[in-house]
């Protein structure tokens, strides 16, 4: 269903059931799916986020303000899609780290036809540091990113298999949808990705589809099109 993605991976996800810091089960897990589809001709791009390092709100009125936060949490990023790297190298695989912000020799300036190369010649490319701006999310970034490398969809790796009407882990009557649109979802506030996000993916346009990372082989069978997680469109 889907030949190129751009896969968007919680920092939470590499954190393991605690969200936090890197599992090393998990990172395994993730890379050995990732280079099975590798293996099998799919291409794909990551974009990490850092959360299970730093968050960049979690500094504002701690000491040092917004730009610095985001700053903090971009380097997070970048230290995600470094052990995921390794992960994959691990595994056979070619994986290269991008940054949006000059970070040589700690990884490569991120040149939308260098990452285009590398997927075409079966590499992964990870796609690091958000947007390199502040006030911008990692969604937003991962948006931007799928939009340049031409991704025919968006895959959000959640902790959750789709997206829901309230948090299916608070609310015991929360109803999953198996597609939406993206006014949808803005009208609605669902907690999918920002409003940047959906308007960048809208204007591709890029479906977005959420799912569960943490099911054995949920993402083979979103590559093979089987309708798991939750499709949001234009």
């Not at 299970?52 to 701690?62: C, D, H, S």
């Not at 943490?214 to 093979?224: D, H, I, N, T």
Request: hydrophobic fraction near 45%; glycine fraction near 12%.
């Amino acid at each position: 269903m889907y030949r190129r993605v751009l896969l968007k991976l919680s920092g939470e996800s590499l954190g393991g059931p605690a969200g936090k810091g890197i599992d090393e089960k998990s990172l395994a897990k993730y890379a050995a799916e990732i280079a099975q589809a590798v293996r099998k001709g799919y291409q794909i791009a990551i974009v990490n986020g850092g959360g299970n390092i730093f968050r960049g709100l979690q500094g504002v009125g701690k000491g040092f303000d917004r730009v610095t936060g985001d700053r903090m949490g971009m380097l997070a990023t970048v230290i995600n899609s470094l052990a995921l790297a390794g992960a994959l190298r691990s595994e056979g695989i070619d994986a290269q780290v991008f940054t949006a912000v000059q970070m040589v020799p700690v990884a490569r300036p991120y040149v939308r036809e260098d990452a285009l190369s590398l997927l075409e010649n079966g590499g992964v490319a990870i796609i690091s540091g958000g947007t390199g701006n502040p006030f911008f999310s990692t969604d937003s970034g991962a948006a931007l990113r799928a939009l340049e490398v031409g991704a025919d969809a968006l895959l959000k790796a959640t902790r959750v298999d789709g997206v829901y009407t309230a948090d299916p882990e608070k609310d015991p009557d929360a109803v999953k949808y198996e597609e939406l649109t993206f006014d949808k979802a803005l009208v609605d506030h669902l907690k999918v990705m920002d409003a940047t996000a959906f308007a960048l993916c809208e204007q591709g346009p890029v479906p977005v589809v959420v799912f569960n990372v943490s099911e054995e082989g949920a993402l083979m069978r979103v590559l093979e099109g089987e309708p798991i997680g939750t499709v949001v469109h234009a």
